[in-house]
Protein backbone atom coordinates (compact mmCIF):
# COMPACT_ATOMS: atom_id res chain seq x y z
CA UNK A 1 0.00 0.00 0.00
CA UNK A 2 1.37 3.47 -0.97
CA UNK A 3 2.02 5.52 1.76
CA UNK A 4 -0.17 8.54 2.94
CA UNK A 5 0.21 12.27 0.69
CA UNK A 6 -0.88 14.84 3.25
CA UNK A 7 -1.37 18.68 1.85
CA UNK A 8 -0.26 21.39 4.27
CA UNK A 9 0.94 24.98 4.63
CA UNK A 10 4.78 24.78 3.98
CA UNK A 11 7.21 25.85 6.90
CA UNK A 12 10.54 27.17 6.46
CA UNK A 13 12.00 23.41 5.56
CA UNK A 14 9.06 22.29 3.33
CA UNK A 15 9.36 26.02 1.69
CA UNK A 16 12.66 24.97 0.69
CA UNK A 17 11.94 22.05 -0.66
CA UNK A 18 9.20 23.06 -2.97
CA UNK A 19 11.88 25.87 -3.92
CA UNK A 20 14.38 23.31 -5.04
CA UNK A 21 11.29 20.55 -6.61
CA UNK A 22 10.16 23.96 -8.69
CA UNK A 23 13.55 24.41 -10.11
CA UNK A 24 13.86 21.03 -11.09
CA UNK A 25 10.27 20.32 -12.26
CA UNK A 26 10.65 23.94 -14.47
CA UNK A 27 14.39 23.17 -15.77
CA UNK A 28 14.85 26.67 -14.50
CA UNK A 29 14.60 28.64 -10.60
CA UNK A 30 10.98 30.27 -10.03
CA UNK A 31 12.09 33.49 -7.93
CA UNK A 32 8.46 34.79 -7.18
CA UNK A 33 8.61 31.35 -5.00
CA UNK A 34 10.65 33.58 -2.68
CA UNK A 35 9.51 37.37 -3.93
CA UNK A 36 6.11 36.56 -2.75
CA UNK A 37 6.54 34.33 0.04
CA UNK A 38 5.44 36.98 2.50
CA UNK A 39 1.99 37.29 0.65
CA UNK A 40 1.35 33.89 -0.64
CA UNK A 41 -0.82 31.07 0.75
CA UNK A 42 1.94 28.05 0.07
CA UNK A 43 0.78 24.51 0.11
CA UNK A 44 2.83 21.51 -1.05
CA UNK A 45 2.12 17.55 -1.07
CA UNK A 46 4.01 15.56 1.15
CA UNK A 47 5.22 12.33 0.76
CA UNK A 48 7.42 10.40 4.13
CA UNK A 49 8.73 14.32 4.91
CA UNK A 50 9.64 14.77 1.04
CA UNK A 51 8.04 17.61 -0.75
CA UNK A 52 6.45 16.17 -4.01
CA UNK A 53 4.08 18.60 -5.37
CA UNK A 54 3.39 22.72 -4.62
CA UNK A 55 1.99 25.51 -5.90
CA UNK A 56 1.37 29.55 -4.62
CA UNK A 57 -1.96 30.49 -4.22
CA UNK A 58 -2.65 34.90 -3.89
CA UNK A 59 -5.68 36.38 -2.64
CA UNK A 60 -6.21 39.16 -4.34
CA UNK A 61 -8.97 40.85 -6.47
CA UNK A 62 -9.79 41.70 -9.68
CA UNK A 63 -12.08 44.22 -11.36
CA UNK A 64 -15.10 42.84 -13.24
CA UNK A 65 -17.62 45.71 -13.94
CA UNK A 66 -15.55 48.29 -12.24
CA UNK A 67 -15.54 46.53 -8.66
CA UNK A 68 -12.57 44.71 -7.41
CA UNK A 69 -13.90 41.33 -6.59
CA UNK A 70 -11.70 38.75 -4.17
CA UNK A 71 -10.09 36.63 -6.66
CA UNK A 72 -7.71 33.31 -6.42
CA UNK A 73 -4.83 33.55 -8.25
CA UNK A 74 -2.80 30.38 -8.86
CA UNK A 75 0.75 30.40 -9.71
CA UNK A 76 4.00 27.96 -9.64
CA UNK A 77 2.59 25.03 -9.72
CA UNK A 78 4.78 22.16 -9.81
CA UNK A 79 4.49 18.11 -9.40
CA UNK A 80 7.67 15.72 -9.32
CA UNK A 81 8.27 14.56 -12.88
CA UNK A 82 8.24 11.13 -10.89
CA UNK A 83 5.32 11.57 -9.09
CA UNK A 84 3.04 12.55 -12.67
CA UNK A 85 -0.04 11.01 -14.02
CA UNK A 86 -1.47 9.72 -10.57
CA UNK A 87 -4.02 12.95 -9.88
CA UNK A 88 -1.58 14.45 -7.55
CA UNK A 89 -2.31 17.77 -9.42
CA UNK A 90 -6.14 17.46 -9.16
CA UNK A 91 -5.99 17.26 -5.69
CA UNK A 92 -3.17 20.08 -4.89
CA UNK A 93 -5.78 22.70 -7.15
CA UNK A 94 -8.72 21.76 -4.86
CA UNK A 95 -6.98 22.33 -1.73
CA UNK A 96 -4.96 25.16 -3.21
CA UNK A 97 -8.41 26.60 -3.61
CA UNK A 98 -10.15 25.35 -0.87
CA UNK A 99 -7.88 27.72 1.78
CA UNK A 100 -8.44 30.52 -0.50
CA UNK A 101 -12.45 30.51 -0.78
CA UNK A 102 -12.03 30.18 3.15
CA UNK A 103 -10.30 33.48 2.96
CA UNK A 104 -13.12 34.99 0.66
CA UNK A 105 -12.21 34.22 -2.86
CA UNK A 106 -15.12 33.83 -5.17
CA UNK A 107 -13.35 33.48 -8.14
CA UNK A 108 -9.99 32.20 -9.31
CA UNK A 109 -7.55 32.99 -12.19
CA UNK A 110 -4.12 31.21 -13.70
CA UNK A 111 -2.12 31.45 -16.59
CA UNK A 112 -0.95 27.91 -17.74
CA UNK A 113 -0.04 25.96 -20.97
CA UNK A 114 -1.96 23.42 -19.85
CA UNK A 115 -5.63 24.65 -20.99
CA UNK A 116 -6.70 21.77 -22.10
CA UNK A 117 -6.06 20.40 -18.65
CA UNK A 118 -7.38 22.51 -16.19
CA UNK A 119 -10.77 23.51 -18.74
CA UNK A 120 -11.96 19.87 -17.77
CA UNK A 121 -12.04 21.53 -14.03
CA UNK A 122 -13.56 24.44 -14.50
CA UNK A 123 -11.71 26.74 -15.73
CA UNK A 124 -12.34 28.92 -19.21
CA UNK A 125 -10.63 31.23 -21.57
CA UNK A 126 -12.22 34.82 -22.15
CA UNK A 127 -10.18 35.87 -24.74
CA UNK A 128 -7.24 34.86 -26.84
CA UNK A 129 -4.00 36.80 -26.00
CA UNK A 130 -1.28 37.90 -28.34
CA UNK A 131 1.91 38.98 -27.85
CA UNK A 132 3.24 42.02 -30.65
CA UNK A 133 6.15 42.79 -32.33
CA UNK A 134 7.36 45.82 -34.48
CA UNK A 135 10.29 47.37 -36.27
CA UNK A 136 11.47 50.32 -34.56
CA UNK A 137 11.73 52.30 -37.44
CA UNK A 138 8.20 51.26 -38.13
CA UNK A 139 7.11 52.64 -35.31
CA UNK A 140 8.99 55.58 -35.40
CA UNK A 141 7.43 56.97 -39.11
CA UNK A 142 4.13 55.94 -37.49
CA UNK A 143 4.02 58.05 -34.18
CA UNK A 144 5.31 61.47 -33.44
CA UNK A 145 5.63 63.21 -30.13
CA UNK A 146 3.15 66.12 -29.11
CA UNK A 147 5.37 67.34 -26.57
CA UNK A 148 3.43 65.73 -23.62
CA UNK A 149 5.96 65.63 -20.98
CA UNK A 150 7.85 62.45 -19.85
CA UNK A 151 9.55 61.82 -16.34
CA UNK A 152 11.51 58.84 -15.40
CA UNK A 153 10.06 56.67 -12.09
CA UNK A 154 6.69 55.77 -10.58
CA UNK A 155 4.93 58.18 -8.85
CA UNK A 156 1.94 57.38 -6.08
CA UNK A 157 -0.21 59.29 -8.84
CA UNK A 158 1.06 57.08 -11.60
CA UNK A 159 -0.45 54.31 -9.59
CA UNK A 160 -3.53 56.01 -8.90
CA UNK A 161 -3.81 56.57 -12.73
CA UNK A 162 -3.17 52.78 -13.49
CA UNK A 163 -6.06 51.67 -10.77
CA UNK A 164 -8.43 53.95 -12.36
CA UNK A 165 -7.79 52.57 -15.98
CA UNK A 166 -7.81 49.16 -14.69
CA UNK A 167 -11.60 49.51 -13.24
CA UNK A 168 -12.01 50.39 -16.93
CA UNK A 169 -11.51 46.76 -18.13
CA UNK A 170 -13.12 42.85 -17.07
CA UNK A 171 -9.57 41.25 -15.29
CA UNK A 172 -7.28 43.25 -14.30
CA UNK A 173 -5.32 42.92 -11.13
CA UNK A 174 -6.22 45.45 -8.39
CA UNK A 175 -3.02 45.86 -7.66
CA UNK A 176 -1.92 45.84 -3.53
CA UNK A 177 0.38 47.79 -2.31
CA UNK A 178 3.26 45.36 -2.51
CA UNK A 179 2.68 44.75 -6.08
CA UNK A 180 4.56 47.68 -8.39
CA UNK A 181 7.77 46.97 -6.20
CA UNK A 182 7.66 43.37 -6.80
CA UNK A 183 7.23 43.23 -10.96
CA UNK A 184 9.50 46.01 -11.03
CA UNK A 185 12.67 43.91 -9.03
CA UNK A 186 11.30 40.50 -11.00
CA UNK A 187 11.37 41.92 -14.30
CA UNK A 188 14.08 44.81 -13.82
CA UNK A 189 11.61 47.55 -15.49
CA UNK A 190 12.46 50.77 -16.66
CA UNK A 191 9.31 53.39 -15.90
CA UNK A 192 8.34 55.76 -17.49
CA UNK A 193 4.91 58.41 -16.67
CA UNK A 194 3.42 60.62 -19.04
CA UNK A 195 1.09 64.42 -18.28
CA UNK A 196 1.40 66.63 -15.85
CA UNK A 197 3.21 65.97 -12.44
CA UNK A 198 0.46 65.62 -10.45
CA UNK A 199 -2.11 64.66 -12.70
CA UNK A 200 -0.40 62.14 -15.21
CA UNK A 201 -2.41 60.12 -18.33
CA UNK A 202 0.01 57.79 -18.89
CA UNK A 203 2.47 54.57 -17.59
CA UNK A 204 4.56 53.02 -19.83
CA UNK A 205 7.10 50.43 -18.58
CA UNK A 206 9.53 47.98 -20.34
CA UNK A 207 12.60 46.15 -19.92
CA UNK A 208 15.86 46.10 -21.94
CA UNK A 209 18.46 43.26 -21.83
CA UNK A 210 21.59 43.22 -24.46
CA UNK A 211 20.89 41.24 -27.89
CA UNK A 212 23.38 38.16 -28.38
CA UNK A 213 25.19 40.52 -31.33
CA UNK A 214 24.17 44.09 -31.37
CA UNK A 215 21.64 46.59 -29.30
CA UNK A 216 18.88 45.69 -26.76
CA UNK A 217 15.97 43.87 -26.83
CA UNK A 218 12.81 46.19 -25.08
CA UNK A 219 9.92 44.47 -24.02
CA UNK A 220 7.04 46.29 -23.10
CA UNK A 221 5.42 45.20 -19.89
CA UNK A 222 2.58 47.96 -18.84
CA UNK A 223 0.98 50.11 -20.98
CA UNK A 224 -1.89 52.39 -19.67
CA UNK A 225 -3.05 55.25 -21.34
CA UNK A 226 -6.01 57.42 -20.54
CA UNK A 227 -6.52 58.82 -24.42
CA UNK A 228 -5.56 58.62 -27.91
CA UNK A 229 -3.13 61.54 -27.32
CA UNK A 230 -1.27 59.86 -24.58
CA UNK A 231 -1.07 56.35 -26.49
CA UNK A 232 0.67 57.90 -30.15
CA UNK A 233 2.63 59.71 -27.43
CA UNK A 234 4.02 56.61 -25.42
CA UNK A 235 4.28 54.96 -28.90
CA UNK A 236 6.49 57.56 -29.98
CA UNK A 237 8.76 57.51 -26.91
CA UNK A 238 9.33 53.99 -27.45
CA UNK A 239 10.46 54.84 -31.34
CA UNK A 240 13.36 57.36 -30.42
CA UNK A 241 15.04 54.35 -28.42
CA UNK A 242 15.27 52.41 -32.26
CA UNK A 243 19.18 53.33 -32.35
CA UNK A 244 19.14 50.02 -29.55
CA UNK A 245 16.72 48.49 -30.17
CA UNK A 246 15.74 47.54 -34.36
CA UNK A 247 12.50 45.82 -32.99
CA UNK A 248 9.93 46.67 -30.23
CA UNK A 249 8.16 43.81 -28.07
CA UNK A 250 4.80 43.65 -26.48
CA UNK A 251 4.80 41.27 -23.90
CA UNK A 252 1.50 39.23 -24.12
CA UNK A 253 -1.60 40.91 -23.18
CA UNK A 254 0.64 43.74 -22.56
CA UNK A 255 -1.48 46.10 -25.04
CA UNK A 256 -5.36 46.84 -24.14
CA UNK A 257 -7.91 45.24 -27.01
CA UNK A 258 -8.38 48.57 -28.70
CA UNK A 259 -6.47 48.91 -32.06
CA UNK A 260 -4.61 52.37 -31.82
CA UNK A 261 -0.92 50.74 -32.74
CA UNK A 262 -2.36 48.92 -36.03
CA UNK A 263 -4.64 52.20 -37.09
CA UNK A 264 -1.48 54.07 -37.09
CA UNK A 265 0.78 51.90 -39.11
CA UNK A 266 1.95 53.68 -42.81
CA UNK A 267 3.17 49.67 -43.41
CA UNK A 268 2.22 46.83 -41.79
CA UNK A 269 4.80 44.74 -41.10
CA UNK A 270 3.91 44.17 -37.17
CA UNK A 271 3.79 40.45 -36.18
CA UNK A 272 1.34 38.80 -33.68
CA UNK A 273 2.05 35.28 -31.04
CA UNK A 274 -0.44 33.58 -29.79
CA UNK A 275 0.29 32.56 -26.76
CA UNK A 276 -1.15 30.80 -23.96
CA UNK A 277 -4.08 32.76 -22.27
CA UNK A 278 -5.57 33.92 -18.60
CA UNK A 279 -8.05 31.33 -17.84
CA UNK A 280 -10.72 31.78 -15.11
CA UNK A 281 -13.05 29.60 -13.14
CA UNK A 282 -16.20 31.02 -10.55
CA UNK A 283 -15.77 29.42 -7.50
CA UNK A 284 -18.79 30.91 -5.66
CA UNK A 285 -21.43 31.85 -8.31
CA UNK A 286 -23.87 33.87 -6.31
CA UNK A 287 -21.26 36.21 -4.20
CA UNK A 288 -19.69 36.22 -7.80
CA UNK A 289 -22.36 37.90 -9.30
CA UNK A 290 -23.69 39.61 -6.28
CA UNK A 291 -20.25 41.49 -5.67
CA UNK A 292 -19.70 42.27 -9.32
CA UNK A 293 -20.40 45.74 -10.75
CA UNK A 294 -23.50 46.23 -13.29
CA UNK A 295 -24.61 48.73 -15.83
CA UNK A 296 -26.85 51.16 -14.34
CA UNK A 297 -29.17 50.93 -17.13
CA UNK A 298 -30.12 46.96 -17.28
CA UNK A 299 -33.27 46.00 -16.19
CA UNK A 300 -33.71 41.95 -16.40
CA UNK A 301 -34.81 38.32 -14.62
CA UNK A 302 -33.46 35.42 -16.54
CA UNK A 303 -34.21 32.03 -15.93
CA UNK A 304 -30.79 29.86 -16.34
CA UNK A 305 -29.57 26.31 -16.32
CA UNK A 306 -26.54 26.15 -14.96
CA UNK A 307 -24.03 22.87 -14.88
CA UNK A 308 -23.50 21.88 -11.31
CA UNK A 309 -19.31 22.10 -9.80
CA UNK A 310 -19.42 18.49 -10.20
CA UNK A 311 -20.65 18.74 -13.54
CA UNK A 312 -23.33 15.55 -13.08
CA UNK A 313 -26.04 17.80 -12.81
CA UNK A 314 -28.00 21.10 -13.85
CA UNK A 315 -29.12 23.47 -10.94
CA UNK A 316 -31.54 25.99 -12.25
CA UNK A 317 -31.15 29.90 -11.28
CA UNK A 318 -33.08 32.92 -11.43
CA UNK A 319 -30.49 35.79 -12.59
CA UNK A 320 -31.57 39.42 -11.91
CA UNK A 321 -30.01 42.85 -12.57
CA UNK A 322 -30.98 46.06 -11.94
CA UNK A 323 -30.09 49.40 -10.71
CA UNK A 324 -26.73 48.42 -11.14
CA UNK A 325 -27.06 45.21 -8.81
CA UNK A 326 -27.68 41.50 -9.30
CA UNK A 327 -28.39 38.12 -7.30
CA UNK A 328 -28.64 34.73 -8.65
CA UNK A 329 -30.74 32.30 -6.24
CA UNK A 330 -31.99 28.87 -7.09
CA UNK A 331 -35.06 28.48 -8.28
CA UNK A 332 -37.48 25.52 -9.83
CA UNK A 333 -38.52 27.17 -12.93
CA UNK A 334 -36.57 26.06 -16.31
CA UNK A 335 -34.18 28.03 -17.47
CA UNK A 336 -33.95 29.81 -21.13
CA UNK A 337 -30.24 29.82 -21.21
CA UNK A 338 -28.71 26.60 -20.18
CA UNK A 339 -24.91 27.42 -18.92
CA UNK A 340 -22.35 25.34 -18.85
CA UNK A 341 -19.46 26.09 -15.83
CA UNK A 342 -16.41 26.79 -18.57
CA UNK A 343 -19.40 29.29 -20.70
CA UNK A 344 -20.47 30.61 -16.98
CA UNK A 345 -16.46 32.28 -16.53
CA UNK A 346 -17.02 33.79 -20.72
CA UNK A 347 -20.00 35.07 -19.86
CA UNK A 348 -18.86 36.36 -16.12
CA UNK A 349 -15.88 38.15 -18.09
CA UNK A 350 -17.52 39.77 -20.58
CA UNK A 351 -16.15 37.48 -23.15
CA UNK A 352 -19.10 36.83 -25.41
CA UNK A 353 -19.23 40.18 -27.19
CA UNK A 354 -22.04 39.56 -28.94
CA UNK A 355 -25.20 37.17 -28.53
CA UNK A 356 -23.93 35.25 -31.80
CA UNK A 357 -20.51 34.48 -30.09
CA UNK A 358 -22.46 32.84 -27.61
CA UNK A 359 -24.41 31.14 -29.66
CA UNK A 360 -21.06 29.95 -31.64
CA UNK A 361 -19.73 28.86 -28.29
CA UNK A 362 -22.07 26.58 -28.01
CA UNK A 363 -24.44 28.32 -25.19
CA UNK A 364 -27.91 27.07 -25.74
CA UNK A 365 -30.90 29.56 -25.56
CA UNK A 366 -34.44 29.20 -26.77
CA UNK A 367 -34.61 32.52 -28.13
CA UNK A 368 -32.30 34.80 -29.96
CA UNK A 369 -33.98 38.00 -27.86
CA UNK A 370 -33.56 36.09 -24.78
CA UNK A 371 -29.41 35.96 -25.65
CA UNK A 372 -29.19 39.04 -26.22
CA UNK A 373 -31.01 40.38 -22.72
CA UNK A 374 -28.08 38.48 -21.09
CA UNK A 375 -24.73 40.22 -22.60
CA UNK A 376 -24.87 42.44 -20.18
CA UNK A 377 -21.61 41.90 -18.88
CA UNK A 378 -19.89 43.42 -21.70
CA UNK A 379 -20.05 46.92 -20.73
CA UNK A 380 -16.09 46.25 -20.15
CA UNK A 381 -14.15 44.18 -22.49
CA UNK A 382 -11.82 41.60 -20.70
CA UNK A 383 -8.37 41.97 -20.81
CA UNK A 384 -6.10 41.27 -18.06
CA UNK A 385 -1.96 42.47 -18.74
CA UNK A 386 -1.25 41.51 -15.44
CA UNK A 387 1.14 38.00 -14.97
CA UNK A 388 1.54 36.04 -11.44
Given at each position: ?30 G ?10 I ?12 G??L??P ?7 V ?5 S ?5 P??R?A ?7 A ?26 L ?30 H???T ?19 P ?7 DD ?7 R ?17 S ?9 H ?6 A ?6 M ?6 H????V?H ?6 P ?14 T??A ?64 L ?18 AR ?6 R?E?V ?12 W ?5
Amino acid sequence: MPDAIGIVQADDELWQQYDALATRSYGHPVGDISRLRPHADIRVAVRNGRVIAGGLGLLVPQFFGGVPVPSALLSAGCVAPEERGARLSVDMLAARLRHLREQGAVISTLWTTSGGYVRRLGWEAPVPVFAWSIATDDLKRAFTRSGLPVEHGRTTEADKLQRRLAQQWNGPVKRPAWWPAWIDDKQQLITYRFGPGQAPTGLLSFAMKRSERHGMQLTVHDFWAADANTVGEMMAFLAIHHTRAAVIHFRRSALPPYPALLHNLHRYRLTAEAWHPWMLRILDLQEAVRLRGWPDHVDIAIPLDIESENGETWDQYLLEVKGGAAQITKTHTAGEVRLARRQLAVWYAGGYRTATAARLAGVDARSEEVLNRLMCTTAHEPWLPDHF
